[in-house]
């Protein structure tokens, strides 16, 4: 239950992590804009709500509001990857404007401006996987020095609770004003440690 409950702490923590970067992500959205635009001018030419820029890593690499027509791409589907596979995923987006579902016409709209979309549709995911992976790999790398020093700082803490005498409330009070101010991601998993290890 605990590593479950940390995974999903961490796992909040990190997609925090990225939307905390404003400028990152406006860099991406001011780009995608003019990017899309151009596309559609040249293409459908079709009515756009907005750009927006997310992270998802596991479910799509754009999707399309079609009630307020704002395309959501992620931001590992548009960095690193073959400039086809870019204009390929913005192209499909804008077909379903025409043609809501997966069907016969919309490949063929979407064959219209780029005839090799299989080929260009399979080199996007791979970057876009490709992205993913060491994007994790980078994150995974920071986490286990923040969960190191995390192990450290959880016995330091002990050690020192011990020694001040401190009210078991305060401490529980003080744990979770400190959560308030950093935001820690570890810190459900630290009241429960604390909590096992005082109830010991």
Known sequence: MEDLRLKKNIRRAKQKQFLHQPERLEMYRAFMTGYVKRINEATFNVPIGGIRIGSAKYSRLAQINLESRIITFSCYAIENVPERGRRYLVLH????????????RFWQLVEKYEPDYRQIGKSLEAAFKKNVK???KNTNTQWSHINQLSLISSQAKKESIIESGLDFEEIIGEVIMQEEEFKSPLLDCEIDNFLDWTIE
């Open 93 to 104: 987006e804008l077909a379903h404007v025409k043609e809501t579902n997966h069907t016969k």
């Open 134 to 136: 060491e994007d994790e």
